[in-house]
């Protein structure tokens, strides 16, 4: 068996994929790894230190009511199998009452019963009548409402209405699940001969085999639902009745994935909990739940979470702190003497002020100002040590801190530099995104909070109430920004712009993106206009125009006002709209609400452009593939997203590849497949031909996150090739 390493060094692999390895007679075992275990164990251990209660989750009442009560609400974020935004609508719909519902749930959110979710729903709330295709089917069909969910309920069909043994039931399953098209013919001629025998009519027995199909995109066994839907319960029973502790297990699960922090700091401060920053004073490594006198339970940011702080540097910094002779840090040249030098450098410290996690030491500028002097004689107070020589910290003990202030020289009692400006609230914003990943303390729209409403039409928690094709104008900041080329060879924009009220998609199309390119920059402020689009779950905002938010504040709100409407009148009416202009008013008028006589200045980048007929033939939903003509040397790209569990992730690849069986051509095809933390490119034995169906088909098919690119060129470059 050829072996190799995988990309991350360590872990050892099979040249062979699965299939051939099975056919070698190798017995393969799936190992799911899930982190959600560990957020469970993390919660029991804090909820016992902090409240003194033992907790044993294989023990919880399982009728609890508050949990089904959070459930029902959909506000799942953190809670195994249940927080993505098409369960999160299932499970609200579905208000489940006990746990046979959250097995089922697991069960059917799969690429083959996914169909039959909204029945379920409708039979269970006594919407729909509970019919059985046969009624020899109702023992095995009661508790799922007479809808096929495990692939146990394939098995008891072929036993009810076939006479089937157990052992050739498990083999029907195993031909489905494994598409063997010539296996699935043998057990469909015995099905319906079996069925036949039992005087059960052909037009039924029709009926149930093809119930059987869908199952070959994948379905659950009951044993592997009720273990996913048992721990989906227990990460709720904890959510719903211990929010500050698991929530805080939640942190630490994540806490190397900024954008799931910040997901879970939103969830913070939806249910009332507040995330207190790092504090060089009183953080840990993780995240920790904080308790007040008076009983207030927060959490504390983990140091480790701060991007170029590891472990290690945490380690020295909290065994200083809670050394025999340590306490609480005094001062910066304070700290920096006190911690090792080998695991504690200058950008370790530098991103600890610019988060403000040495606010007690001093002001953020002067801290930075101080440091290279703080590190250098840090560094000397170390070679004396080693060399054995006593230094004036020895002689002297450490310097007590002054009434009001700190030791360090040249502050004076509030910690601040005399004659020094302060860092300005946006550069300390900016830090604190780039090195936490979010912003925790504050919003960098909260200096223009009070003008915005002079100047918008909505904001994004409106938009869900908004008429489709409606025109507003939003305010917010460019959080991201991504380029996409459409088939025509065009290059459009994808833009995430945050407001006060959250974020949301702005699209901009090639032709706008042309007049507008300079205008969309990470971190600016800017006022977009455009239409409001449902097609999707979420809003979307369909760009227009875009201003900069100094250009528009120039101007004046009834100048700007003045000036977005000419432009939009400029591109003309669409979709059958009487008119071009915002018929929304400002959130708030500026005075008697009538526009100042002034100059009217345009917005960078957005010279008027004629009527854009061609936006609308723009594929919705278009993805980064280049035009390339049928025929030319090139490959398809297929991406999964990360953090899919093995068998779901396994499932997917088998059914793209069943998918490229079925449509042979010249087109190499390529998967992009996370593997032990890394990207592993694997190359398909099948070419397919690619047609405007393709990408539809998998996105259809293939229920996972997915990117799907042809990429031109004259080959697949160094990849591996499944055999």
């Not at 059914?655 to 990207?679: D, E, Y």
Request: hydrophobic residues 40%.
């Amino acid at each position: 068996m050829p072996l190799q390493r995988a990309t991350d060094g360590e872990t050892v692999m099979t040249q062979f994929e699965m299939h051939a390895c099975e056919a070698l007679g190798l017995l393969k075992f799936d190992f799911l790894g899930l982190i959600n275990l560990t957020i469970l164990a993390d919660a029991v251990e804090l909820i016992r230190r902090h409240r003194g209660v033992e907790i044993d989750v294989d023990r919880l009442p399982l009728d609890d009511t508050k949990t089904f009560e959070l459930l029902s609400t959909g506000e799942t974020t953190g809670i195994f199998q249940l927080e993505g935004s098409g369960m999160r609508r299932y499970v609200k719909d579905l208000r489940p009452t006990e746990l046979r519902d959250l097995a089922a749930m697991v069960a059917l959110f799969r690429p083959g019963p996914m169909a039959n979710i909204p029945a379920y729903i409708r039979r269970k709330h006594g919407d729909e009548k509970v019919t059985y295709l046969h009624p020899s089917l109702e023992p095995a069909l009661r508790d799922t409402y007479g809808i096929f969910v495990y692939q146990e309920d394939i098995m008891a069909a072929a036993i009810a209405m076939a006479d089937y043994t157990g052992p050739e039931a498990d083999n029907l399953c195993y031909a489905i699940r494994k598409k063997n098209a010539s296996v699935l013919r043998e057990h469909e001629a015995k099905f319906k001969a079996g069925a036949k025998k039992k005087g059960i009519p052909p037009a039924v027995v029709d009926q149930v085999f093809a119930a059987f199909e869908p199952f070959a995109r994948y379905g659950f066994n009951k044993a592997h639902a009720t273990c996913y839907g048992l721990i989906a319960y227990q990460t709720a029973y904890l959510k719903a009745n211990y929010p500050v502790e698991f929530m805080t297990a939640v942190f630490n699960g994540f806490r190397e994935r900024s954008e799931k922090v910040a997901a879970v700091v939103a969830e913070c401060r939806r249910l009332g909990i507040e995330v207190r920053p790092p504090d060089v004073q009183r953080s840990a490594s993780l995240f920790e739940v904080e308790i007040d006198p008076d009983g207030t339970r927060a959490i504390r940011f983990g140091l480790a979470a701060v991007k170029n702080v590891g472990e290690s540097a945490v380690d020295s910094l909290v065994a200083a702190r809670s050394a025999e002779d340590g306490g609480p840090f005094l001062s910066l040249d304070d700290l920096c003497r006190r911690v090792d030098p080998q695991r504690i450098n200058k950008r370790v410290v530098e991103s600890l002020i610019k988060v403000n996690a040495l606010v007690s030491l001093g002001s953020m500028a002067t801290l930075l100002d101080r440091l290279d002097s703080a590190m250098d004689t840090a560094a000397r107070h170390h070679r004396d040590v080693a060399a054995g020589q006593s230094t004036m910290f020895d002689l002297f003990a450490v310097p007590m801190a002054t009434e009001g202030g700190t030791t360090d020289g040249g502050l004076d009692g509030s910690g601040t530099d005399a004659g020094r400006g302060e860092i300005s609230r946006r550069e300390r914003l900016r830090w604190e995104k780039e090195l936490l990943g979010l912003y925790l303390t504050e919003h960098p729209l909260g200096d223009i909070a009070d003008q915005l409403p002079d100047y918008v039409t909505a904001y994004t928690g409106d938009l869900a109430e908004e008429s489709d094709q409606s025109r507003v104008t939003l305010g917010g900041i460019i959080q991201s920004t991504r380029r996409v080329i459409t088939r025509a060879g065009s290059t459009m924009l994808v833009v995430q712009l945050e407001d006060l009220q959250g974020s949301l998609e702005v699209v901009v199309f090639p032709k706008v993106f042309t007049d507008t390119v300079n205008a969309w920059t990470e971190d600016s402020v800017v006022l977009v206009s455009g239409r409001v689009d449902h097609r999707d779950e979420e809003a979307k905002l369909l760009c227009e125009t875009v201003t900069a938010w100094d250009d528009a504040q120039r101007m004046g709100p009834g100048a700007f006002a003045t000036e977005r409407d000419r432009m939009l009148r400029a591109r003309g009416p669409r979709n059958g709209s009487p008119s071009a202009s915002i018929a929304n008013q400002p959130l708030r008028t500026n005075g008697s609400g009538t526009p100042p006589a002034e100059p009217v200045a345009r917005p960078r980048g957005a010279e008027p452009a004629p009527a854009d007929t061609e936006e609308a033939a723009v594929p919705r939903g278009a993805v980064p593939i280049p035009a390339v003509a049928e025929g030319a040397a090139g490959s398809l790209w297929i991406s999964f997203g990360p953090d899919l569990p093995a068998e779901t992730l396994l499932d997917a690849i088998e059914s793209v590849t069943a998918i490229v069986k079925q449509r042979p051509g010249a087109l190499p095809v390529v998967l992009a497949v996370p593997v032990a933390g890394a990207t592993r490119q694997v190359r398909l034995p099948q070419a397919t031909a690619w047609d405007e169906e393709l990408e539809a088909v998998l996105r259809r098919e293939i229920p996972v996150e997915l990117t799907v690119e042809r990429r031109p060129g004259a080959g697949v470059g160094a990849v591996s090739s499944a055999p």
